[in-house]
């Protein structure tokens, strides 16, 4: 949430950090501004999109080589221009943008006001950056200092680059759960919430730890500590993102492209560790581990939306498979309350951008008690990537549209590759049945293509659907968390209520829904219940119920009683998820252009929660 971006160096920051925003507008779009520092300090913000900054900077004194930009996501303060970042302390000289949030900002804030420190906003960034300035008055210290100062007083969440005015030389950042990386180059250093808008200008980075700040000078040199004050040796990595896949790509939509890159990022996850020919699955978080994941007792798996959905897949997977105990957890729930974690547990954390701040809370508690820990995340160098004991990339690339679909299945596929490695490790599954879902499984990402194909059947019935104020989907087995995805999904982007049930749960309260008026979306590919599904499915219209169904190919059954039917290619049911949820997602992105939606940016949304 918030994408902060930031440049000192040689070149005109205007447009780097225009451009920056605009890359990083996923990350917040309630509003947006710049701060340019060159002799002068020029500000301007608005509400709105980084377009409605771009139209009213226009003619404006934009000269500068030293710059930061912030894209917000409200949380203290609603949308405006006077709420919106960049924020200015009360002597002017100090200019601050802040992703996170700082919880005793209030009692701050009052202790100020007894200083005599004026406020003419709503947020909790503004407080900051008047402590800063109070802090550096008091002992008459340089910014560096007086930023560790003050960061030593608040509670809470933060992501923070600062400006002085009168040291104009130099920018000081620091972070602590929520993301900033360093970009350096021999034309100067970049700050910014993630790769995605330096990566064009350098590759090399420092990912910036927990409560460690850092200073950058214009004339190349660099320093980074900790809160403590004590000088850290980073490490210099190099960013591995594509700058094609930042891009739309002659797609109208970011998601739009991102469910036709399915076929690709399902490839990109399985390349290296899958070899259906010589017979092996490699996982090198599990290779370099395997005692402590062959061996656990049971997984523990966390996680937050979509993912919380790839989890409940990823439950059905080891204990169909491996027979392994599989509890699967909110991760704002896990970390609130008391839960119970044994010595052979494993705790699985799933997340997108590897920055969640829930999960990655969940993940300390789980540390302090002693679990072994693995990740399943997009984001290279990410805080959760960091602190798991060991873990898998799905490398799906950039996923710009806040709405997660490539990612997803990129979870799925990684969760799909332990599960069979475990079961066939553990002796589990006979080798026939290993050799039959390898060979399967290589076949998956051909199948999606072919599932894409459908898209103008997908668009018709949507076209049919998309004007309902409410929608239910109902799926079985494997096929259950698929139908809560393709839910969230509609209420997304779309804004249409919608929810996912069991099937067998229709009859316990959401049968007294249904009528002409609602769409039934039933995942109908399970051979194991096909008898039951086609009964739920008589259930529905015998109510007058639109059911649209998601079959397997040949289905003539459900065929003729359903009123829409999307096929997809038979599979082996437990990786029937990775075909099945791709028409949701096309269904629910079709209503949602129908509608009128900003589908990559629906509203209230952003792609990163970084903040409670």
């Known amino acids: 949430m918030c994408g902060i971006i930031a440049y000192i160096g040689t070149k005109q920051a205007y447009p780097i950090l225009i451009k920056g925003l605009q890359r990083l507008e996923y990350r917040g779009y309630d509003s947006a501004g710049v701060a340019l520092l060159n002799g002068d300090l020029n500000i301007y913000k608005k509400k709105g999109k980084v377009k409605d900054l771009l139209d009213f900077a226009e003619n ?18 609603k949308p405006d221009d006077n709420n919106a970042h960049p924020h200015v302390s009360g002597n002017g000289r100090l200019t601050i943008v802040h992703n996170g949030i700082i919880e005793n900002y209030a009692l701050i804030k009052e202790a100020l006001k007894n200083e005599g420190h004026v406020f003419h906003t709503q947020t909790d960034t503004e407080v900051l950056v008047h402590l800063i300035e109070e802090v550096q008055n008091q002992d008459d210290l340089p910014i560096e200092e007086a930023v560790r100062e003050a960061l030593t007083r608040v509670v809470g969440a933060y992501a923070i680059v600062v400006m002085d005015k009168n040291d104009p030389d130099k920018l000081v950042a620091a972070r602590k759960g929520s993301p900033l990386v360093i970009g350096l180059s021999d034309d100067g250093f970049f700050f910014a919430s993630d790769g995605t808008p330096i990566v064009e200008h350098t590759k090399k980075v420092i990912y910036l730890d927990d409560e460690h700040t850092a200073v950058v000078n214009r004339n190349g040199d660099y320093e980074i500590r900790t809160i403590d004050n004590e000088i850290h040796t980073p490490f210099i990595d190099e960013l591995t993102m594509e700058i094609a896949r930042m891009e739309k790509g002659g797609y109208d939509y970011f998601m739009l492209k991102e469910i036709h890159e399915q076929p690709r990022t399902i490839c990109d996850a399985m390349r290296g560790r899958l070899n259906a020919k010589e017979g092996w699955i490699r996982l090198g978080g599990v290779d370099d581990f395997g005692d402590n994941v062959r061996l656990a007792e049971r997984f523990i798996i966390v996680g937050c939306g979509t993912s919380w959905h790839a989890g409940l897949i990823g439950e059905y997977l080891f204990e169909d498979l491996a027979r392994i105990p599989v509890e699967v957890e909110y991760a704002s729930e896990f970390r609130y309350r008391n839960p119970v974690i044994r010595p052979k547990d494993v705790v699985i954390a799933i997340s997108q951008s590897g920055e969640t701040a829930d999960t990655y809370a969940a993940l300390e508690l789980a540390k302090k008690q002693g679990a072994f820990i693995y990740g399943i995340v997009n984001s290279v160098g990410s805080s959760i990537s960091r602190m798991t004991d060991a873990g898998s990339y799905i490398h799906a690339g950039p996923e710009i549209g806040v709405a997660s679909t490539k990612a997803f299945t990129g979870q799925v596929t990684l969760l ?38 459908s898209n103008d059947l997908i668009k018709y019935i949507a076209s049919e659907i998309k004007d309902s104020p ?17 839910a969230l999904k509609l209420k997304e982007i779309s804004y249409i209520h919608a929810e996912g049930y069991p099937a067998a749960e229709m009859k316990h309260g959401p049968i007294a829904l249904i009528d002409e008026n609602m769409p039934v979306v039933v995942i109908a ?24 169904a998601i079959v397997s190919e040949g289905d003539e059954e459900i065929n003729k009683i359903a009123d829409y039917t999307i096929p997809i290619p038979e599979t082996e049911e437990p990786f029937s998820p990775l075909l099945s949820v791709v028409p949701l997602q096309l269904l629910s992105y079709h209503i949602a252009v129908m509608r009128g939606c900003n589908v990559d940016q629906p509203r209230n949304l952003a792609k990163s929660v970084t903040v409670e």
């Open 416 to 453: 799909t590759l332990m599960a069979i490695k475990i079961a066939k490790e553990r002796g589990q599954i006979t080798t026939e049945y290993y050799q039959r879902l390898l060979q399967e499984f290589d076949r998956i990402p051909q199948k999606v293509e072919k599932v894409l194909k």
């Open 470 to 486: 409410n929608a239910l989907y109902l799926g079985r087995g494997y096929n259950f968390p698929v139908a809560l995805e393709g």
């Open 60 to 77: 404006k004194n934009l000269g500068a080589t030293s710059g930061i930009g912030h894209t917000r996501w409200a949380t203290h303060g």
């Open 525 to 548: 590919t399970n051979k194991s219940l096909n008898e039951k599904i086609v009964s739920n499915i008589m259930e529905v219209k015998a109510r007058k119920g639109i059911v649209i």
